[in-house]
């Protein structure tokens, strides 16, 4: 079917998430209005008006009620779904690279690049009855990360982890009872750029710039498979009804100008998840996806660009019928 | 026992000495000087044997000293004016300390001298220099270290036999030949030249037979049968061989770059642009392959393209051209032909007969007289053919692979301008001169082209040629047909094509026209049967594209020696079907192993193609039940990797099940597990879809 295209960004999307119901589809741009649409016909409903810099990440909580984004501007703000009012913000030292609302949406973390004099920093902070003075409450819990700074970041199921992705391709738990780390693995070579879970949360697979995805076991951190291509993955996204894994990348947005854009290969690969063979790609962006989500009923996914469209693509009959000899 | 003896004596004296001395102490000078008696018991050695260490020597400088032989002899009152002029030649190399010319008794000169210099260096500096050195019609200096004349004195009377070297097996260096269904062998290169890999082009999949890291320091070459893989060092050169890849010689060549295999495998030639070392400068070493010796080195400084030396096919002969010169050796004596070289003005290159010794150059324009390609028959040396041409500011000479003919492509001009030192020519033509070899006397045709060559080839197998000309963006193939006794006739010519280089099939008939180095990578696969084009593919930047031996495969390349993404391989079917695609980073180079020619008769061979219908069912067969176990095989994996991750999942899902009541605790009682499950919040919304937009025009 003829792809959705939503225009609405001027410039490279940075993530886009779909809420738990599917209906709503939320994405934030190195532009600083992030937007809000309706997956199904692709109309847009609003804007969040107020950050001054790129916004590199963004959440949304299970009851679709309040809206999480982090920025360029030193802060991480949060929003009210339904008006787009700012409901509050925490200001920072340097930018803010990841946000995520825990299970329980209670609890919210972020994590700050490394940046001036500023280290990189987990914070885990309390959202539940969150106002304008969020600005003034001391967070819950402040982790200084030595090291590779988080590229990207995920609550473990029950809230009692977080699972951190780093620049240099470490996967690290923390428990949060302790605000210690409490296993790492090393079986990426390049920046993690992005983490999802599987429908249940018991896996979840990385995207790197290393040209490869892996998927891990959540709570052991044990490496199960890897997706490999020639290009640096900046997303990846499992579905939830199919053994499928979609990735994207591309060439980085520095090379891009010198190549064409055949060359680029700037398509959403499709890979079986146990095979980890490729069965399938979608073409349509002209410059590197930097962010894939499958759509909770796992019956169509979007992807949003360096380009600055989001496409949202429906999948044909076919797909569901397509089987793997075994 | 004469020092015993001196010792006993030697005791009463200093009893006696004692004595003396004492008396003596009172009333005079005591006197130090020993009694004429006194024998000293201690040697020289023992009081001061560190500074006689340092004593010098009668052989002391010995090796500063040279001896000249051949210097004239003169009579007495001319001495001083040669020994002047002798002076002035060795002093070029260092500073003289001391000469000596013998004399016989009436003071005429012996005719030789010897010359001791300041230090060992110059002494060898000038026995390299000035050996050999002509005086002047009648005298040639001679001259030798003088430490050497010992070494010449020891040189046995009697010869003795080198004793034989014990005969090391180097097993079946052909096996390759043997593999049961005929796959072909390639070497890769990947990892930035870190990795080669040696694989069997087997089906449906390749399989690596060797992989050895850091196996080259630059790269990787075959020899031209297929026998040997060869890996060059900074100390040398090694050939590998065998089953297992041993290695079997290798040569020792200081900072080698280039090397070259004689057609028959007898020989190598490496060649070091840089030379370091002592002895006679030679920056290019001809091997024995077989027993790894050094057969003849040379010093080049040659303008010529490599390979500088080039071979007689069947590796008699080989030849290398200096300015207005040519040079035939034959071998395995390594000496000149006839023990002179060819003086042929302003020769500018060369090339032999794949099949025949005959050897074709060409010289260039000289005022009046004409450009002229000439053919001769080595060692005879007769002019068999020889071809005026006027106008010419370039020859490339093409040997079609059989030897039947020999193509001369002839840059023409009509308008030529001399800036300085700069010649500049305008208004180019092409002339493709055919060389029938095979007729008698040699006729030769010629096609002239107006627009400019891009690329030339011959049919390996046949006698087509095709050539790309034309300018942006008409570029044309043309492919041309010579037949005996007649002109060469235009059979086809494709216009508007993308593409700069010509790969014909190592069996002829197909031919493959890319576009390689640039931002297509457009490759048309060409049946030359009917001129009938019958695929187009497309691999970006590729750089490179083989044709297995056989003529059954072609692979391309993007290697990134060239490009910096995407580097790989893919290997087509003769007819242009993609079979596999190899993607690697920083892949570098793939390289066909060579077969030497089929020992089968023609007659054998026509027989074969004859019943070819016959033997391609076998091998259909063969193919089928090989492709069918191979996706047995995948099907039988992917079932094991699927059960292992079902297993794997189940247990996950009993563990999230059983934590089931806790993620409702976190959520309000709220089930978020299925999208359905949570029934009780959903709320209607209505959404407009634009399903159709029509605009009518109201007038």
Redesign the interface.
Known sequence: MKPLMLQGHERAITQIKYN????LLFSSAKDNAPNVW?S??G?RLGSYLGHQGVVWCLDVN?ETTRFLTGAGDNSMRLWDVSNGKEIGKVTTGSSVRTCAFS??A?TAVMSTDKQMKFNCEIYIIDVRNADASLEHQDPIMRIPVDGPKVTSILWG???ETVISGHENGKITMWDLKMGKEVHSVMDHSGSINDLQFSK????FISASKD?TAKLF?T?TLEL?KTYKT?RPVNSAALSPIMDHVVLGGG?EAM?VTT??T??GKFDARFFH???EEEFGRVKGHFGPINSLAFH??GKSYASGGEDGFTRVHTFDPSYYEYQ??? | MAKKKDAEKATPNDENSKQDKSEMAEDEEPNFSDPEDYVDNISDEELLGDILKTRPQETDGVESVIVVDGIPQITADRFDKLRNVVSKIFSKVGEIVNECYPKTPEGSTKGYVFIEYANAAHAAEAVTLLNNHKLDRQHTFTVNLFTDFKKYEDIPDEWEPPAPQPYTDMGNLHYFLLEPDSYDQFSTVCNRGSTVQIWLNSVPEPSKLVEKERWTETFVKWSPLGTYFTTIHGAGVALWGGPDFARKMRFAHQGVQFIDFSPSEKYVVTYSPTFEGQGEPKNLIIWDIRTGQEKRSFYLNSQMMWPFIRWSHDDKYFARSDEDMLSVYETPSFGLLNKKSFKIPGIRDFSWSPVDNILAYWMAEDKDVPARVTLIEIPSRNEIRSKNLFNVADCRMHWQKSGDYLCVKVDRYSKIRKDKNEIKYSGMYFNFEIFHMQEKQIPVDSVEVKESIHAFAWEPVGSKFAIIHGDQPNICVSFYGVKTGQTPALLKKLEKKCCNHLFWSPTGQYIVLADLRSSSGVLEFVDTNDFNVMTQQEHFQASDVEWDPTGRYVVTVCSFWKAKVDTGYSVWSFQGKILRRFNSGAFCQLLWRPRPPSLLSVKEQKEIRKNLKKYSAQFESKDRMRSSRASKELVEKRRKLFEEFNSYREKCREKWLEQKPRRLQLRNNVDTDEIENDTKNVDEEVIEFFIKEEITIID
């Not at chain 1, 249940?200 to 896996?203: C, L, S």
């Open positions: 738990r119901d599917g209906d309706f199904l016909n109309e299970w299970y329980s209670n199921p029950l809230d249940d949360g018991t896996q040209c076991d709570d199960l020639e060439q090379e190549t064409s055949r060359v998840l146990v095979f909770p009923d793997f000899d075994f």
